[in-house]
T-cell receptor, first 113, second 114 residues
């Protein structure tokens, strides 16, 4: 009963380095999301994928890319990390029925020095 | 554009008292869903309660109830009989049914005093 699994849990990068945050869900959900959480700003949507093979920008997509590898997996890539990308990142998923909630992963704490 | 506003950055409540956390939203979608999540200091996001825009009755889940006033576009969370374990960050969220996106407010940090 894993739900939504994110890796890694913690990461420290230097400015300019690249990395990929991995996310997988085992609930057969169609929709998957990436959020970032910053103090005083709540959770802001970076990218989402309504279904396998589709992705779309959210509120703050600049500096990020995503891949919906298959129905289970949705990765977030930082090509050239910047200190402004220091944040807590959450992956989430949801089935399509409209009254269904978001199921969250445990988060990734990323620091860019 | 969709927007969620939580105007109370922090609140205190006495243990066993009731508390209301405010949430207003803005959307042009005719159909949407409203959610509240709790985030304790451990960081995980815990779903609390859901209200659909066409639901006639206010949602309730145990000690949690959602005071839904559609005309005022508000979806306040009421916690009855506060407990020390209710101390956490609380987020209001809205799902746009047109695009299946979820939008979050900035959160309210609730502290329950013994």
């Amino acid at each position: 009963n894993a739900g939504v699994t994110q890796t890694p849990k913690f990461q420290v990068l230097k400015t300019g380095q690249s990395m990929t945050l991995q996310c997988a869900q085992d609930m057969n959900h169609n929709s998957m999301y990436w959020y970032r959480q910053d103090p005083g700003m709540g959770l802001r949507l970076i990218y989402y994928s309504a279904s396998e093979g589709t992705t779309d920008k959210g509120e703050v997509p600049n500096g990020y890319n995503v891949s919906r590898l298959n129905k289970r997996e949705f990765s977030l890539r930082l090509e050239s990390a910047a200190p402004s990308q220091t944040s807590v990142y959450f992956c989430a998923s949801s089935p399509l029925p409209r009254d269904e909630k978001l199921f969250f992963g445990s988060g990734t704490q990323l620091s860019v020095l | 554009a969709q927007k969620i506003t939580q105007t109370q950055p922090g609140m205190f409540v006495q243990e066993k008292e009731a508390v209301t956390l405010d949430c207003t939203y803005d959307t042009s979608d005719p159909s949407y869903g409203l959610f509240w999540y709790k985030q304790p200091s451990s960081g995980e996001m815990i779903f609390l309660i859901y209200q659909g825009s066409y639901d006639q009755q206010n949602a309730t889940e145990g000690r949690y109830s959602l005071n839904f006033q559609k005309a005022r576009k508000s979806a306040n969370l009421v916690i009855s009989a506060s407990q020390l374990g209710d101390s956490a960050m609380y987020f209001c969220a809205m799902r746009s049914n047109n695009f299946n996106k979820f939008y979050f407010g900035s959160g309210t940090k609730l502290n329950v005093k013994p």
